[in-house]
């Protein structure tokens, strides 16, 4: 019997796409205490939102990371021996890779004041929550984008998909961390809801 196998670039596409569901119920969690109830401090004393918020930002971070890593060695193979190729006139190189760099520095920061600084996210880097669950989302979908792209018959780097949606329900593939994020959102925040009553 065969071994599970996987081609790389489908798998740091999962990878992303996970990381962007755990962003989003991480988003809502955030969304729920800090502008629907306008109590920041849920997030501390609600237990079952403290608890989630830090369970799916702390899997994000971790797949973000490990993406990151994916990322890293691919730019150093191709600085140092051309593979991946550096494609500057592809669109799909350029509509994921450049802006990767924001997105960079928005985790990383976040992910810094998170662990180290926390008091400033509440007091003056709120703005921080939000602009970490846009930056997760574009990272997504360039990503899937890009991937799916370079999966078709006239551009054909990648093999088609194995574990994701084929290329023609590619709408449905970018919206699905979406949907079960917030679905899994919506349990928590019911359970939530039941413990401030």
């Known amino acids: 019997m065969a071994g599970l196998t996987y081609e790389p670039a489908e798998f740091n596409t999962i990878v992303t796409m996970l990381g962007c569901l755990c962003a989003t119920v991480q988003a809502a969690t955030g969304y729920y205490a800090g ?3 306008k109590k920041v401090s849920l997030l501390k004393t609600n237990d079952i939102l403290f608890r989630s918020h830090r369970a799916f930002g702390g899997f994000a971070t971790t797949l973000y990371f490990l993406g990151l890593f994916a990322g890293i060695t691919g730019y150093i193979g191709t600085i140092f021996f051309g593979s991946p190729p550096f494609e500057i006139l592809d669109f ?6 450049w802006p990767s760099f924001a997105i960079a520095f928005i985790v990383i920061l976040k992910t810094y004041l998170s662990y180290f600084k926390k008091s400033l996210i509440y ?13 997760w989302s574009y990272n997504w979908i360039s990503s899937a984008v890009s991937y799916y792209l370079r999966t078709l018959p006239s551009n054909p780097q990648h093999p088609p998909p194995t574990y994701l949606l084929p290329f023609g329900l590619i709408w449905l593939q970018i919206i699905l961390p979406f949907i079960i994020g917030a679905i899994i959102g919506y349990i928590i925040l019911r359970k939530a809801e039941k413990r401030e009553k």
Do not use: D, P, Q
């Open 123 to 135: 007091k003056t880097c709120n703005w921080l929550g939000v602009a970490t669950f846009i930056a």
């Open 92 to 97: 799909s190189f350029n509509f994921h890779f």
């Open 35 to 37: 502008y629907k109830k």
